[in-house]
C-alpha cells in the first residue's frame, strides 16, 4: 500500500470542487448566491453551451475591494463568517469560503468588479487556480464573474454531465426558484443568446410567479402569510387546478434559502387533502422565516438540506399556514362572514398536525372540493364555458361527423328530444325507443334513454346494457387517433383564430425542444415570445382553455420521458388527446348520439376492444334472467 500523504491542495481542491461545483446549475448557484449577498438588486446570469463553455453572473452589489480580490479564491476565504459561533447563525447565503476557490479549481475565472465610490475598477484572471492577469479596468459598480470551460481539467467530470439543453435547464429551474425567493431583486436570464426570463424586481411574489410559470399559475395562486410560535410562513399556494403529476413546481426555501424537504412538501400535501387527487402534487412557493439558530443549513455541501430543532412544531405551523389560506380564499370567494386573518395564528383546526394514520379527522373544505371538482371531473365543458369561444374554432372532422355535434350543438338542442332537465342529475329514463335498422347486418336495439348524464341505456334481445359514454368515446376517439397518427395522416384541425398560449418557461422550452413530436400530433404552432407560444392548429376542436391544458400535459409527459423513458409515450399522447376531445361525463346526448355511440361500441367490440384507453370496462350488461332474479321472480 502507499504511504499516507497529506493531499496536494491542487487536488483537495479539485475534490471539493466535485461537491460544491458539480455541474454548471451549482456554479451558478454560486455565483448567484454572492450576487445577493453583496446586496445587488439587479443581477444577469447568462451561460452559453449549458453553462460548459461560459458563464457570466453580473451584479450591481457592493464589489470586492481590489486588494482582496484574490482572497476571496483561497479556500476557506470568506467575509462572512469570524468565529464558531457564527456558523449556527447564518443570515447570508454563503458561508463556507469555498465556492469560488472550488469554481477556479476546475475552470478559467475572471473576474470584474468595483466597490461604490472607487475611481476604478480591477480586472482578474484566474487559471486554474493561479492569478495569470490583473490590472484596473474602468467598468461600472459591483461585480461580474466570467467561467469558462467547465471541467476542460477534469475530464472525469464531464462524461456526468448532460447534454447542454439539459445543464441550461437545470440553471433556468435553479435560477427560477432562486428569482422566486427574492422578488425584490430583478434577474435576468440568457442562454445561447436568447432571453429566457426575467423578473422585475418589484418585491411582488405574484408577479415573479407570473414570469416564470406564466399568467395561468399567477391567477390561480393564494397568498400565505401566517405566524406562529415566532415561525413565520409566507408565499403562495396554488388552487387545487395548478396540481400537477409531479414535485418539480413545488418551492421551498427556509429562511429566504432554496432548501429541499420532502417532508415539508408532504406537510404542504397534507394540507390539501381530499381537494387535490391521488398522484397529483399542488404547486407551491413558500419560505419558511425561523430564527437561525433553530436550523442547521450546514448539513449539506451544496446546501439542499436542512435540518430543523424542532420539526414537528415547524410543521404544524407550514400546515395550518397552507389550510389557513386556502379556507380563507375560500370563504372570500363565497363572500361569506369574515375572513380569518390568516396572520394572526389563528387555527382554523385547532388538531395538531398528524400524519396520515388519522384518516378519519375532518380536513375538508367543501367549497374546495366542489372548485377541484368542477375543475378536475369532467363536465359538460360547453355548459360551463358557454359557446362562445368554442365557435372560433373550425370544427370540421368527417369520419366522426355525430360527435362533432356534441362539439357544435347547444345545449338546447340536447335537450330537444328529452325536454328541460329535470332536478339536475337525477335519473331520467325514458320511454324505450326502438331503433330495429339493423339493415347493415347490425343487431337490433332499442335505446331506453341516458342515466345520471353519464351512462346510456339500451336494450337488445334480451339484455339490457350499460355504456359509460366518456369510456367507450374516449376509447373511439384514441382508436381512430392511433389509426391516422400510424398511417401518418395529417389529423391537425386549424382553429380560427390562433390561440396564444402563455406557458411557464420550463414547459415552453420542453415544447421547443420537442416541436417534430407537437407536430407529429397533429399541433401547429410557433414561439411567440416571452414565454408563450401560439396555436395554429390542433389536433382536437377544443376551446382555448383545453387545448392548453393539452399542451401543457403532453409537454409535462415529454419531460418525464426524459427521466424514464416510456415505450408506448405516442400512446400515451394519443389518449392524452382522445381524453380530452372525447364527450364528457355529466353531458346530455340527444338520441342520435347515442344512437351513434352504442353502434360505435358494438363495432368496437366486434374488433375485440371492451375498455376504456386505461382498462376500465365501456360496458355492462344484465341479462333478463339475472333481472327476474333479482326481483326473485326467478330462483
Ligand atoms: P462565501 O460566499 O462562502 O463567503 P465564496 O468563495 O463564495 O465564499 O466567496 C468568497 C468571498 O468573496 C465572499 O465572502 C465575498 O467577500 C467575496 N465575493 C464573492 N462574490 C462576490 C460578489 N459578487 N460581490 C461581492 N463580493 C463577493
Ligand atoms: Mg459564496
Not at 448566491?33 to 444577469?44: P, R
Not at 453572473?57 to 464589489?63: A, I, K, L, S
Not at 432548501?259 to 413558500?286: C, D, Q, T, W
Not at 410557433?526 to 407560444?533: K, N, R, V
Request: a negative charge.
Amino acid at each position: 500500500m502507499n504511504s499516507i500523504q497529506i493531499l496536494p491542495s491542487i487536488v483537495s481542491d479539485k475534490i471539493a470542487a466535485g461537491e460544491v461545483a458539480e455541474r454548471p446549475s451549482a456554479v451558478v448557484k454560486e455565483l448567484v448566491e454572492n450576487s445577493v449577498d453583496a446586496g445587488a438588486d439587479h443581477i444577469t446570469v447568462e451561460i452559453k453551451k449549458g453553462g460548459i463553455e461560459y458563464i457570466r453572473v453580473e451584479d450591481n452589489g457592493c464589489g470586492i475591494p481590489p486588494e482582496q480580490a484574490e482572497i476571496a479564491f483561497l479556500r476557506h476565504a470568506t467575509s462572512k463568517l469570524r468565529n464558531i459561533d457564527e456558523l449556527y447563525e447564518i443570515h447570508t447565503m454563503g458561508f463556507r469560503g469555498e465556492a469560488l476557490a472550488s469554481i477556479c479549481a476546475v475552470a478559467e475565472v475572471e473576474l470584474i468588479t468595483k466597490t461604490k465610490g472607487a475611481d476604478e475598477g480591477l480586472y482578474l484572471r484566474m487559471q486554474h487556480a493561479k492569478p495569470t492577469e490583473k490590472q484596473s479596468m474602468p467598468c461600472g459598480d459591483g461585480t461580474t464573474m466570467i467561467v469558462k470551460n467547465l471541467f476542460s481539467n477534469v475530464p472525469a467530470r464531464m462524461k456526468f454531465l448532460k447534454k447542454d439543453s439539459t445543464e441550461a435547464g437545470y440553471v433556468a429551474d435553479l435560477l427560477g426558484r432562486i428569482a422566486l425567493s427574492r422578488p425584490d431583486i430583478a434577474f435576468k436570464y440568457i442562454c445561447d443568446d436568447k432571453e429566457i426570463f426575467s423578473t422585475n424586481g418589484d418585491g411582488n411574489l405574484k408577479n415573479a410567479v407570473l414570469r416564470i410559470y406564466g399568467l395561468d399559475h399567477a391567477r390561480a395562486v393564494i397568498e400565505v402569510d401566517y405566524t406562529e410560535e415566532n415561525i413565520h410562513v409566507k408565499g403562495v399556494v396554488g388552487k387545487p387546478e395548478l396540481a400537477r403529476g409531479n414535485r418539480t413546481r413545488q418551492t421551498l426555501f427556509v429562511n429566504g434559502r432554496y432548501v429541499k424537504n420532502h417532508v415539508a412538501a408532504k406537510v404542504v400535501e397534507e394540507a390539501y387533502r381530499n381537494s387535490i387527487m391521488v398522484g397529483r402534487f399542488p404547486f407551491f412557493v413558500l419560505d419558511i422565516r425561523l430564527a437561525p439558530e433553530l436550523v442547521d443549513v450546514n448539513v449539506h455541501p451544496a446546501k439542499t438540506e436542512v435540518k430543523f430543532a424542532n420539526e414537528k412544531q415547524i410543521y404544524d405551523v407550514c400546515y395550518h399556514a397552507v389550510r389557513n389560506a386556502i379556507y380563507s380564499n375560500d370563504e372570500t370567494q363565497n363572500e361569506k362572514t369574515e375572513k380569518p386573518s390568516s396572520n394572526a395564528g389563528h387555527r382554523l383546526n385547532r388538531a395538531v398536525f398528524e400524519p396520515r394514520e388519522a384518516e378519519n379527522t375532518v380536513r375538508t373544505t367543501p367549497g374546495i372540493v366542489k372548485e377541484y371538482m368542477k375543475n378536475t371531473i369532467p363536465t359538460g365543458r360547453s355548459e360551463v364555458l358557454g359557446g362562445v369561444k368554442k365557435s372560433s374554432f373550425l370544427a370540421e372532422n368527417k369520419e366522426d361527423n355525430i360527435f362533432d355535434s356534441f362539439e357544435n350543438k347547444g345545449v338546447k338542442s340536447d335537450f330537444a328530444l328529452y325536454g328541460e332537465p329535470q332536478n339536475g342529475g337525477a335519473a331520467q329514463i325514458k320511454m324505450e325507443q326502438p331503433c330495429d335498422d339493423g339493415d347493415d347486418g347490425e343487431k337490433s336495439f332499442s335505446i331506453v334513454g341516458q342515466v345520471f348524464d353519464t351512462y346510456v341505456l339500451y336494450r337488445s334481445g334480451d339484455e339490457l346494457f350499460m355504456i359509460d359514454q366518456h369510456a367507450a368515446h374516449e376509447r373511439f376517439r384514441f382508436e381512430s387517433l392511433k389509426k391516422s397518427y400510424s398511417n401518418r395522416e395529417k389529423f391537425s384541425q386549424m382553429l380560427m383564430s390562433p390561440a396564444v398560449l402563455s406557458l411557464g418557461f420550463a414547459e415552453k422550452q420542453t415544447v421547443k425542444d420537442n416541436l417534430t413530436e407537437f407536430r407529429n400530433l397533429g399541433f401547429e404552432l410557433d414561439d411567440f415570445g416571452g414565454t408563450s407560444i401560439i396555436v395554429h392548429g390542433a389536433p382536437i376542436v377544443a376551446d382555448e382553455k383545453e387545448i392548453h391544458d393539452l399542451v401543457l400535459e403532453l409537454a409535462e409527459a415529454m419531460h418525464e420521458r426524459r427521466k424514464h423513458p416510456v415505450a408506448d409515450f405516442e400512446e400515451r399522447a394519443l389518449d392524452m388527446i382522445a381524453c380530452k376531445y372525447a364527450i364528457k361525463a355529466n353531458k346530455k346526448l340527444t338520441y342520435e348520439e347515442m344512437r351513434d355511440l352504442i353502434k360505435k361500441t358494438d363495432a368496437m367490440e366486434k374488433d375485440g376492444i371492451k375498455t376504456c384507453p386505461h382498462g376500465r370496462p365501456i360496458k355492462i350488461s344484465f341479462s333478463k334472467k339475472d333481472i327476474e332474479k333479482m326481483f326473485k321472480r326467478r330462483i
